[in-house]
């Protein structure tokens, strides 16, 4: 009962209460972060002003203290470990959910990176896990059809298995070494040039202590935070994201802004260790409907949908509620018109007409979040439909190309 009135006290810090507090959200443990950064993502759900304050949690939390660092780290590497450091600095560089970054020079002269978990979250992330299903089965069997609409049972089983993940930073190199095997592959027939990795130092790093290359550079998030973020820019991660999304099906599972770094004229995916993967029945299907968007052909874009439903539905009505939903939104601004709320509002629509989709559709739609909350955040007044239509007409292409080899 405790853990549940925690996780009520936490909706109602997401939801209601004025201003939005994000220290007091990190008191009430990592599965309260975890839901406050999923609906960060929410523009749909929340005002910009909640969600801005909210994306706070994806690299800003507090950090264990200087002495509290210190200890962990020891207590988590093997015997002789500093010994491999000239210089390890006790001010976290970044500090997220799961844990912070320092800066640190190996005693070769490289400068690293040292992430550390900050604490054993497992126990008690399971536990609340245990609670938040309790609350949301309470709520479905008030409410059936919000399961096929907002899938909340779906969306905390993705929040338990990403954070679980992260949780262990041997994921984190695994999936690193995934998708540049990915990106190998991809390159035969897309420009990935642009995409770069940091180098781990597999022999210093374990479950708990991981170290990297040192990438001197701004992550988005810090660049949006600074007024900085150029909208060419993002429109090159969208473009890297989709690839290995359209292209390879196996893709970065968590690119937000505090996850992706501009430096040298490249783009570095960070903290790998949620792997997202996609069947090509439900990517493809989601591109024709992106592509139709675009075009704004709702015929094309209801057929696209009936064909990731499995159930056949008469669409003439469904194609008429696009129709009003989509109004407009060829000449309006991100500001004006969410992408985000505008797919939500879709996906409620089409769940009320009678279809229902498949669970692999929300890894994808999700990266479409962190996209279109990156232009709502750095360039409101963009049209972000309007200029992802070429990205769209390529990825089309690579999944084709890709799909016959």
Known sequence: MFQEIKLIKTLYDIFLRKPVDVDRIQTHGLL???????????????????????????????????DSFMALLKHNVRPGWHDSFEYIS???????????????????????????????????????????????????????????????LGALKVIELNTLSELNLNNEIDGQDSLIAQANTLKKYVNLDHVAFPHIYRDLSNTRVM?????????????????????????????????????????????????????????????????????????????????????YDYDKAVNSLAGMSSIKIDTIELRNKLEQIYFGFETATAKEASFTKKMMETIKESVNAGMSFPKGMYPIIKSMMYLDGMVLRSHPRANLMEDIRPFIKDFIKLEAESTLA
């Open 90 to 152: 006790d001010v976290p560089m970044a500090s997220a959910s799961i844990g912070q970054v320092h800066e640190a020079r190996l005693k070769t002269g490289e400068k690293v990176v040292i992430k550390l978990v900050r604490e054993d979250w497992d126990k008690t992330f399971r536990r609340d896990i245990l609670a938040a299903e309790r609350i949301l089965k309470s709520i479905l069997f008030i409410k059936p059809r919000l399961q096929q609409v907002a899938d909340p």
């Open 32 to 66: 309260s972060m975890k839901i406050a950064q999923t609906f960060a993502l929410r523009p749909d759900v929340l005002s910009l002003e909640r969600c801005k304050k909210l994306s706070e949690l994806f690299s800003n939390t507090k950090p264990v203290d200087k």
């Open 211 to 295: 170290v990297s290359e040192k990438i001197e550079g701004m992550t988005v998030e810090q660049l949006i935070r600074a007024g900085k973020l150029e909208y060419e820019d993002m429109l090159k991660v969208f473009q890297a994201v989709g690839s290995f999304i359209f292209g390879a099906g196996v893709f970065h599972g968590d690119p937000h802004s505090g996850n992706i770094m501009l430096s040298k004229n490249k783009i570095w995916f960070l903290d790998t260790g949620v792997i997202g993967t996609v069947d090509k029945v439900v990517s493809n299907g989601l591109l024709k409907f992106f592509d139709s968007i675009s075009q």
